[in-house]
Nanobody, 126 residues
Framework: QVQLVEFGGGSVQAGGSLTLSCEVWGLTSPNYLMAWFRRVPGKARQGVAA???????DYVDSVRGLIAISRDYAKNTVYLQMNSLQPEDTARYYC????????????????????WGQGTLVTISS
C-alpha cells in the first residue's frame, strides 16, 4: 500500500523559508510524477510545483523563482524549498503522486493524481 507522509510544516514570519518533505512508502518503482498542492480554507486547491520521473520540474507562475521542488530517488522523498514566504502562502500543503509525465499538466490536474498525503500546515505571520 502506497503512503505519502509530509513533514516540515510550521509557523514562520514573512520573508522566512521552509522546506517541506514528503516520504513515499510502499513504492516499488520510482517512475512517478510527484507534486505539491496547497489549500487555503474556503478556497480551491492550487497546484504549486511538480517534478516528473526524469526530474523535470515546473511551477505555478505565482511561485516561480520562490519555490524549488526536488526529489531523492534513493530516499523516495520529494522536497519543496520555499523562500520569501508571505502571509498569502499560509495553507495546508499536500504531496501527491501520479502517473502523468508533464509537470505543468499535473499542476493543473489534481484529479489526475493517484495518491495523496494528509498534508502539513504552513502558517506565515506578518
Amino acid at each position: 500500500q502506497v503512503q505519502l507522509v509530509e513533514f516540515g510544516g510550521g509557523s514562520v514570519q514573512a520573508g522566512g523559508s521552509l522546506t517541506l518533505s514528503c516520504e513515499v512508502w510502499g513504492l516499488t518503482s520510482p517512475n512517478y510524477l510527484m507534486a505539491w498542492f496547497r489549500r487555503v480554507p474556503g478556497k480551491a486547491r492550487q497546484g504549486v510545483a511538480a517534478i516528473n520521473k526524469e526530474s523535470a520540474a515546473d511551477y505555478v507562475d505565482s511561485v516561480r523563482g520562490l519555490i524549488a521542488i526536488s526529489r531523492d530517488y534513493a530516499k523516495n522523498t520529494v522536497y519543496l524549498q520555499m523562500n520569501s514566504l508571505q502571509p498569502e502562502d499560509t495553507a495546508r500543503y499536500y504531496c501527491a503522486m501520479g502517473s502523468l509525465n508533464s509537470p505543468i499538466i499535473a499542476i493543473y490536474a489534481a484529479d489526475g493524481m493517484d495518491y495523496w498525503g494528509q498534508g502539513t500546515l504552513v502558517t506565515i505571520s506578518s
